[in-house]
């Protein structure tokens, strides 16, 4: 699953931890992001000791066997992780499937913890790079919040996996699989227990987002267009 930041993707993480037949990973590309870009992230140095930073180890990973008893690799990947370093070929060995959220929301919310973000950091062009070179359902968060059964069912129907109905909820807390940078950014869907409610969310731009956004749109507006 290929995402950009602030898009519901640790939810549905959670959501897809919750199947019995399912193993998950967060992030796996973190740490080599990192490494490659020197940026400063909160808990940076933890990220770097808790996964490989050589992201031909990590797709070696990715598309190697499952443990015994589980038939689906669910990958929580951030798109912006997808350094040009990488090589792409693995990922051709994947079912590939991409979130997406308004970027007037992304933005916005991003910007408070990143005051001044980047397109490259919404991850909407690697997005539509992938889904050019390996196509795969498209989930747009919103919808995902307003009718969480029926967008599901139509997503594992797509990936060619029976729907649970045990991904509509989850117990609240952390977990073993969530990446070390949790305490830093995982405080909410820690509470979590499912979706929740879907409130529509003020999409005001401030003025010095609004190229950013005007970017990111035909990117989005490309991939909305063939959601589930």
Known sequence: MWSGPRNLSTALLRSFGARADTVVVDEPLYAHYLAVTGLDHPGRDEVLASQPTDWETVAAQLTGPLPDGRSVYY??????????????EWIGQLTNAYLIRDPALVATSYAKVRSAPTLAELGYVQQAELFHSYGGPVVDA???????????????AALGIA??????????????????????????????????????????????????????RPYYEALASRRI
């Open 75 to 88: 990958q929580k990947h951030m798109t912006h992780h997808l350094l040009p370093d990488v090589g792409r």
């Open 142 to 156: 919103v919808d995902l919040l307003r009718d969480p059964s029926g967008v599901l069912e139509r997503l594992c």
């Open 163 to 216: 729907f649970d109905p045990a991904m509509l909820s989850w117990p609240p807390g952390r977990r073993d699989t969530d990446g070390v940078w949790a305490p830093h950014w995982y405080a909410q869907v820690e509470r979590s227990t499912g979706f929740g409610e879907y409130t529509e969310k003020n999409s005001d731009v401030p003025e010095h987002l609004r190229s950013l956004v005007a970017e990111a």
